[in-house]
């Protein structure tokens, strides 16, 4: 699986054996973990790479903090390749809040994404209409609410909010072969 170099951050495939641990209590003691790991969307993203649910663009890839190495979350996007698309989700551990490492991954995986156009051309994601800070993190990567609807979540009623952006079309000197 690919990995992806952010600003602070590197965006780093998660292992299956590392989910396989940390489902069950145990940290492998090669990783480092930024205080607050796991989170309870760190545990049902180490479900979904047990389960197989894993791919080379997409992840779910740890987000590790450059200076320490430390894992602050977590992000992936799940592939629709009928149709270029991909669904995004992403997780902070609580104490790392509000540094900007949300937007900075997703906006991180966002251009990775549309490097591989036949893959992806049009990344969505939805979200709580009330979770003010990661609709935030939606709109400071670019991307534009499309639609609302409200649907049983486990049992409760809750309202959503979609978001998307497609990839711009290609500049013209990426159109333009260069020379000979
Ligand atoms: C949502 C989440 C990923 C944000 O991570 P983060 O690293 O703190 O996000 P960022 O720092 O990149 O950006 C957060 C933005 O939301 C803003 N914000 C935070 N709480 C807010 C609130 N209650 N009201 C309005 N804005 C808020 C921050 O000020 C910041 O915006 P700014 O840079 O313009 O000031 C994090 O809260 C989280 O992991 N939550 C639990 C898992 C989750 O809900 N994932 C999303 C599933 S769709």
Redesign the pocket.
């Known amino acids: 699986m690919t990995e992806i170099e952010a600003r602070r951050l590197v965006l780093r495939p998660i292992a299956e054996s590392a989910a396989l641990s940390l489902l069950q209590g145990v940290r492998p003691p090669e990783l480092v973990f930024a205080s607050g790991y796991p ?1 309870q ?1 760190s545990l049902e993203t180490m479900q979904l790479v047990a389960d197989g649910h894993t791919s080379t663009h997409g992840g779910p890839f740890f987000m590790v903090r450059g200076q320490d190495q430390a894992i602050v ?1 977590e992000i992936g996007a799940g592939l629709d390749l009928a149709n270029a698309t991909a669904q995004v ?6 104490p ?9 991954a997703l906006q991180a995986l966002v251009e990775h994404l549309f490097t591989v156009p036949e893959l992806c051309r049009r990344v969505v ?4 209409a009330d ?4 609709r ?2 939606l709109q ?1 990567a670019g991307m534009t609410c499309s639609g609302r609807r409200v649907e049983d979540v486990d049992g409760a009623v809750v309202e959503l909010v979609s978001y998307e952006l497609t990839r711009p079309p290609p500049s013209r000197a990426q159109r333009t072969p260069s020379g000979p």
């Open positions: 989170s969307f979350g989700g992403y997780s902070v551990v609580q790392a809040w509000g540094l900007g490492y949300a937007t900075e994601a939805d979200t709580m979770h003010a800070a990661s935030r993190v400071k």
